[in-house]
Nanobody, 121 residues
Framework: QLQFVESGGGLVQPGGSLRLTCAVS????????IGWFRQAPGKQREAVAC????????DYGDSVKGRFTISRDTAKNTVYLQMNSLKPEDTAMYYC??????????????WGQGTQVTVAS
């Protein structure tokens, strides 16, 4: 119930948009914060966005503030990451997890297969 399936990645030109989808369980949406993370080749995994179980104001990494939006659809048991004004440095494998902390996701093995986002002209 706490390993999710990511989709929606692809190749997009700089300045373009993509919407990533994270299929989760109702249990996870009710009781866990859900985070989006990314890992570029040769770099550490970083937190991108977080929607808390309390449904309070989401958190964003500094590099994506104002460009990315995280949202949850409780009817569809889905968490989205809308990515606008994409830059080449956004190129990475994107993951969602039942936490907003990479260390917790590592410790509990929350990582799924991820979805690749490539921003290039």
């Amino acid at each position: 119930q706490l390993q999710f399936v990511e989709s929606g990645g692809g190749l997009v030109q700089p300045g373009g948009s993509l919407r990533l989808t994270c299929a989760v369980s109702k249990f996870a949406l009710d009781y866990y914060s859900i985070g989006w993370f990314r890992q570029a080749p040769g770099k550490q995994r970083e937190a991108v966005a977080c929607t808390k179980k309390s449904d309070s104001t989401p958190d964003y990494g500094d590099s994506v503030k104002g460009r990315f939006t995280i949202s949850r659809d409780t009817a569809k048991n889905t968490v989205y990451l809308q990515m606008n004004s994409l830059k080449p440095e956004d190129t990475a494998m994107y993951y969602c997890a039942a936490t907003c902390d990479t260390n917790i996701a590592d410790a509990y093995g929350y990582w799924g297969q991820g979805t690749q986002v490539t921003v290039a002209s």
